[in-house]
Each structure stands twice: as C-alpha cells, then as structure tokens.
C-alpha cells in the first residue's frame, strides 16, 4: 500500500487562546475524492492551510506526499485554487496562467488551460474585468496548471451558475479518473454527494465523522420522524424538536423508534418518516454535538481510516460518530 | 486534458528545482508579475515620482543656495536619499503589508516556490522604482539649479545611496512583514517626515539649532545623508557616519528577519 499522499497525525493549531483544529488525525491515499464539511470556522480552512504549507501546526505532523508542506518541494505536486477574490486585478488572465505554470517543471500549456475551463477568449483580459463567474473558473483552472496529483478545492463551486457547475463536477470527476487525488470542502452538500467517495465533517477544530458517503448517511441520524401527539415518553431520538404538538425526532434507526412509539401507547397521530438529505443530517449531528456537550463533548478519537487503493473499501466498517 | 497526475508513490516526488524552475526564472518571474501589477495603476507610480520631485520644488529650488553648485548638489543628494527612503518605507513598509493581506499572496506561497524569488522579486521591484523616482528629480536639478554631479562621482554616489537605503530598507521590511495593512501606513507615515526632516534631508543640518544636530547625528538618515553629501560634493565625512549606519542596519536587519520569520500571512481566517 502506497504511502497516503497527506498525513495529518495530532495535528493541532492554536491562535492566541483560540484552538482551530485540536488534534486531528487523517490520512488521504492516492486516488480519493474527499469531501470536507463543517459549518464555518469548523477548522476546514485551517486544515488546508496546515497542508499547503501556509501555516505550520502547533503540535503534530502534518505531510504532505511524506514532507512537510512548508518546505516548497513539497508542494511540487499540489494544485490549490485561490479565492477569486484574491486574482491580481490588473494582471491579465493569461499572465495569471503563466505566472502559476513557471513553478512547475512541466505545466499544462496555458492555451490548453485557458480552452478547458472555456476561458479562450478571455485571455487578454485583467482579471479585475472578469464576472465572479469566470473569476472562479479561472481560480479554479490554476489547481490543474501544474499536473498535480492532488488537489485541494476550497469552495470550488461557490458563485457559480448550474451549468457551470456541472462543467466543473466532470472537470473534477475526469481529473479523479485519471488518478488524481481530490480534497474538496463545499458549502453546498449536494456538491459532496455528488462527488466525494469519502466525507470528513469537522466541526470545532475536530473530526466529528468519517466515513464514506454511504456510511455517513447511514451512521449520522439521517431518519427524520414527524408526529403530533400531546405528549410522548423518551424514545431514545438523537435529537428531538417540540413545537406545540408536533414533535420532531432525529434517529439513525426509525424502525426501532417507530417500534417503542407504538409499544409506548402513547397516542399519536400523522406519523411521518422521512430519509434526510446530507445536509439535514449533517446540521444534526453539528447541532447534537453543541447541545449535548458543550464542552469536550467528543469521547472518541477521531482516528481517521485510511482506504487502500487496491479496492478501495475502508478498512474498517462503522464511521466514527461522536454523539 | 486538464492534467494527467501519475501514479507514483509519494516517494518518488522530485523537488522542483534546477532547470526551468530554477530560483533565477522564479525571480525573473515574479519581479516581472510585480512590476506588471504596479505599472498598470499609474497612479502608484506616479505619487512615487512625483512627491520627492515637489519637494525639491519647493525646498530646494526657490532657496538662494540653488545657485552654489556645491550646496545645491548636496540638497539633491539630500533629496534623492528622500526619494530612495520613501520607496523603501512605502514600496516595502506599506506595500509588503498590503500584499500579505491579498489572498493572492498566500496562494503564492502555495506554489512550489521559497521565499527567496518572491523577496528578490520584491527587492528588484523596489529598485526599479528608485531609480524611476530619481529622474525627474536629477533632471529638476539639473535644469533649475547649479547642481552638477561630475562624472567620475556617478558611481560613488549610486553606491553611497544604496549604503545608506540599507537601514531604511530594513525598517521598510520590518513594517511590511511585521505589522497590518493599517499599522504599516500609520508608522510609515509617522517615520518618514521625522526621520527625513531629523536628518538633515529636507534643510541642511549646518541651519540646525544645536541640540537638533546633536540628536540628529544618530539618526540613520542623517549618517545616510553625510554619507552621499560626501560622495557627491567630497565634503569630509563624520566619524559617527560609520558606525551609526552600521548600528542601525544591523538593528533593522534584525527586526526586519525576524518579523518576516514570524510572518504567515493573514493572522486570521
């Protein structure tokens, strides 16, 4: 098994007082498509800051393909999109290109760049006349200049329309085909679901889950069981909302829930189950952590797993869900 | 094709260097996007230029000593050392900070590339624009007063004003590495007229009252000021020149390497 192209062991970084990312273990092997999630200043940012080199962990071991990613010949292999904020104005889209390929010792030419991601007929054009559209095609193309094997795609997607969106997810699905290795962090969830292999959701500086996206749905309390009833005995939900009458309740189990509800004799009425998108489950299980255990509230190590390449199965079954 | 990633081990990655990336292309490079990025706001160019040249307008040129060659050469050594010290405060102090705060920046040093190109990038960006901002200046001289520089002091010169830019290049850079966006502007600002006036940049130091020659003389801009007075005119040097410009190049270095160790760009985000 090949040695993971990122490592993060214990990682931790610390501002002043402030932890953004406590302790985090994760391993990225060659060829995943990972998908960060968290709500903002989950640590996302910081967590690809630590592994682009930007800033350096407080404690732990961050590498990058087995270096540390301060040193610059580490980053020979990473492809990262600025935000499209942040494109010199006055440079022209070409210049850009080119400025981005002379790091690299055998780039994509910047014709074929500019052409892939539709933006030929823009080259001659200063980045500060570009829409916010092209602007995050074009920082987007930049990850790709320099033949990376891994790329890291921080809100790759956010500002732009839905058809280029789609261009985008089979820029990043052809490129994943071929091999390269994808972390991609998304406020949209349908994005992650769309592409990710495997979901890392951190919240608080912490790994919360891991898993694949099939296990993350199945391991987060992805039931959502609606009822009204005027009052009901603890069914044992992950999390439950009361408003008047109507009750709603969390569960990863809702044939079990639904069971004791019904042994509970309790009356009840318009029972509704229904299968929560990513998103809904993934603001539960955030929400849970805030409310239940306000502080170190996370009993189990966020040990990540690593996936072998060969078959691409985890290597052990249950993601980790801290409740 | 966007890329074509192989499918070696982690082992197997190669440093970027040597051959096309090599540390001079990346310098080349990066002072090329620098000087790309500045020229196309004219206006930054032109408030560069322009200040040092108005000064000697109005400091220099009306003054009855614009008709002595020997003062008038010195008032503009004394004035190019304004113009090169205020690229340095502003070019490095207020530029260097503006540009750590720029996302821009912080992807560069994503890229495969040191610091090294990007602060020669930044350095050869300075001394671009020092050299730009003293034109107008010598020709000014030139024109509309006795100043006259023989040939054989162009090089002395050059060379004393570089000498003497160094602990203001020093300072410059400890302010852009060191400070935010809006700190570096205030304290560049608070610096240069002080520093410039105490130095003897803008009057002559032989019209201070004594006890303003006396602090004067530990000024770095007042050593950077003998310093190129004396190289343009021949005037004697001080014995303090020296070691006063030594000490605070020194002292600035240190702070200067320093803050620019402790740098990681934006504190927060």
Known sequence: MSAPLVRLAGATRRYGDVTALDGVTLAVPAGQLLGLLGPNGAGKSTLLQLVSGLRRPTSGVVELFGRPPWEPAARAGLGMT???????????????????????????????????????????????????????RLAVAL????????????????????????????????????????????????????LAERVVVVDRGRVLVDGSLEEVRSAVPARRVRVRAAALPDLGADRALIDGDRHELWTSDADALVRRLVRSGAPFADLEVASASLEEAFLAVTAAADAEHPAGRRTSTSTSRTRTPETGAPETSTPEVAR | MISTPTTATASEVTPARGGRTGG???????????????VRVPIAVIGTVVFPTLTMLFFVVPQPFADDPAQATAATAQISLFAVMSVCLFTYGVGVAEDRALPWDSYLRTLPVGAGPRLAGRL?????????????LVVVAWLLTAAALPADRLVLTAGALAVAAL???????????????????????????????????????????????????????????????????GADLPGTTWPVLAVWTLLTAVLAVRAYRRDEGRRFR
């Open chain 1, 82 to 136: 600025p935000q499209e904020t942040g494109l010199p104005p006055t440079l022209r889209v070409r210049e850009v290109v080119d400025v981005v390929a002379g790091h690299f010792p055998d780039p994509v030419p910047t014709a074929e760049v500019l052409e892939r991601f539709g933006l030929g007929d823009l080259a001659r054009r200063q980045t500060g006349g570009l829409s916010g559209g092209q602007k995050r």
């Open chain 1, 143 to 194: 990850a790709f200049v320099g033949r990376p094997r891994l790329v890291l795609l921080d809100e790759p997607t956010t500002g732009l329309d839905v058809d280029a969106r789609h261009d985008l997810w089979d820029a990043v699905r052809a490129y994943h085909r071929g091999g390269g290795t994808v972390v991609l962090t998304s406020h949209y969830l349908e994005e992650v679901e769309a």
């Open chain 2, 24 to 38: 001079l292309r990346l310098t080349a490079l990066h002072t090329r996007a620098q000087l790309l990025e500045t």
């Open chain 2, 124 to 136: 050869l960006n300075g001394l671009a624009f020092a050299l730009v901002s003293l034109v107008p």
């Open chain 2, 167 to 233: 602990p203001m290049l020093g300072l410059g850079l400890w302010i852009g590495y060191g400070m935010s966006t809006k700190a570096a502007l205030a304290v560049a600002q608070v610096l240069l007229l002080p520093l410039a006036f105490g130095g003897g940049l803008f009057l002559p130091p032989e019209m201070f009252p004594g006890w303003l020659d006396a602090v004067s003389t530990w000024l770095p801009t007042r050593a950077g000021r003998d310093l190129v007075v004396s190289a343009t005119t």
